[in-house]
Structure formats: C-alpha cells, structure tokens
C-alpha cells in the first residue's frame, strides 16, 4: 500500500468528517474537483503551497495528513532554545549555503529549494533573499514561528510548513534539496528510503546538499546529542549518491559551542547533481 494512498485516504476521512464535498474543498483551495478526486485515490499529492490550508481547512496538522502522526504533545528538540529571544543558531548563513550558490553561479532566481531542518531559517532566509523559492519544513514550532518572524522581518518569503521529515512525503519537484545538521534525526531503517525519495523529487540537473554527523572513535559525543539522533559512518553519504555527479564531499572536524559548552563534530558535506534529462 503507498504512501500516497493513506495520505489520500486521511484526506477523504477528514473532508467527510467535516461533512464537505470535494467541490467545496477544490473552490476553497481554487483547485479542480479532479485534483481533490487524484489526492483522495492516492494518484497525487496536493502541492506544498497548498498544504497550510488543507489543513486547515480540515482541523488537522500537516504533519497527520502526511504522515498519520499528530502533533499533540509532540516537541522539537531544540524547542527550548528556540523560545529565548536570541537566535541559537545565529543569523549567519552556513558555508554550505554560500556554496550552492556557487555552484549555481548565482542563476537562482525562480529555483524552487526544499530546506531539511530549517531551524530557526537562517539559510532559507538566505536563499529566500538570493531568489529561491523556499519551502521550510521544521518540526518545532517556535522553530517554525521564528522562521515566519526572522521572514517576515527580511521581507524575504519563506513557505514554513510544520512537520516531521520523517515520513514526510514530498509533492512536486525541486532544484535544490538542502540539510544542514538535521539528517541524523532519520532512523537507520528508513534512510535509504529518505535519500531514495529526495533523488525522486529532484529536478534534472538539480542539487542535493547536505551537512551530516559523522561518528568516529576520537569524537565525543555533543553534550546536547539527544537519543533519537544517530550519527552517519565514513562513506555512507557518498554511497546514496553513487548514481550522481558528486560536485564536492569531504569530512572535517569542526568546533562547536552549542549548548554553551565547546566540543568537536567530525562532519561529512556533500553537493551532488542529479544528471540532466
């Protein structure tokens, strides 16, 4: 059974519990009746833009029409943090951020650029004030509440969607699919699934970009290393990317004063192009 079917199956439940019609939800989300008709038979998903007022539309999250999860009771793990008034992660965009764009050569505009993680957005701001179009997901939601105001502040627009990567299901087609230290929150057993789905979703000639933990024996663990995270080994990032253009990848170690005491990262940064047909 896909995916697409039980999204589509929660969608029809919940536009019947509403006691809607799926005219009444294609003339409030301005859609076709056999757009609604396609999500409902799992034939499609409905577009990124459009899940915000789905949902609300439906009294749900976009995280339980995606993934049949809720997020009652659920928190982020850096929810803490991200309530203070200061910004965790700074405002500074990362390296790798400043990288894509030379890959691309600064030929951003129009480019559509899914952020993995986002944060408190200070990469999707940045890619936001360089031309992309933005879709950030973000599982906190004053993670996801500071993206919108750090947005809203630039004048830079960002579509902040609030959900869980895990068993997210992406809709449409990017250019760029971008992460930066989040990846680590997939379990193992569904990381080839993950990577399998972003290389789906990306555009010929498009981008995959990713920073991610590296475990090695030398390294201590971060002290605010949560248990759900689960650290990458040497290689395994390259090896979901044999099929593509590997533009850049390498491994360091990085200082880090996150949770306010200094430690070490070993990291593993990777750009790879999807070939172009």
């Not at 536009?15 to 999500?39: D, G």
């Not at 951003?108 to 940045?126: I, T």
């Not at 992309?132 to 509440?145: I, W």
Request: charged fraction near 25%.
């Amino acid at each position: 059974m896909s995916d697409h079917y039980e999204v589509g199956r929660r969608i029809a439940l919940l536009r019947k519990e509403k006691c809607y019609t799926q005219e009444k939800i294609s003339a409030l989300l301005n859609v076709t009746p056999q757009a609604v008709s396609k999500w409902e038979q799992g034939n499609a998903l409905p577009d990124t833009l459009l899940l915000p007022l789905l949902a609300k539309l439906l009294d749900t999250s976009i995280d339980y029409l995606l993934t049949g999860d809720s997020f009652a009771g659920k928190t982020g793990p850096y929810d803490g943090e991200y309530q203070k008034e200061g910004y965790y992660w700074g405002m500074e965009p990362s390296q790798l951020a400043l990288q894509i764009l030379e890959h691309l050569q600064n030929e951003a505009a129009g480019r559509r650029l899914l952020d993995l993680g986002s944060g408190e957005g200070r990469d999707a701001v940045f890619f936001a004030k360089h031309g992309f179009q933005v879709d950030a997901l973000e599982v906190s939601a004053p993670g996801a509440e500071k993206i919108r105001r750090y947005s809203q502040l630039s004048n830079y627009t960002v579509n902040v969607i609030q959900a869980d990567m895990i068993g997210y299901q992406l809709s449409g087609a990017y250019d760029v699919i971008y992460s930066h230290g989040s990846l680590q929150f997939l379990p193992l057993t569904q990381r080839q699934k993950h990577f399998d789905q972003y290389k789906q979703r990306t555009r010929g000639g498009g981008l995959n970009a990713h920073l991610i933990f590296v475990e090695k024996p030398f390294v201590t663990p971060a002290p605010d290393w949560e248990r759900n995270e689960f650290f990458y080994q040497s290689g395994e990032l390259s090896r979901y990317y044999h099929d593509w253009e590997i533009l850049q990848c390498g491994e360091k170690i990085i200082d880090c004063n996150s949770a306010g005491i200094a430690h070490r990262h070993a990291v593993n940064c990777i750009i790879a192009r999807k070939a172009d047909v």
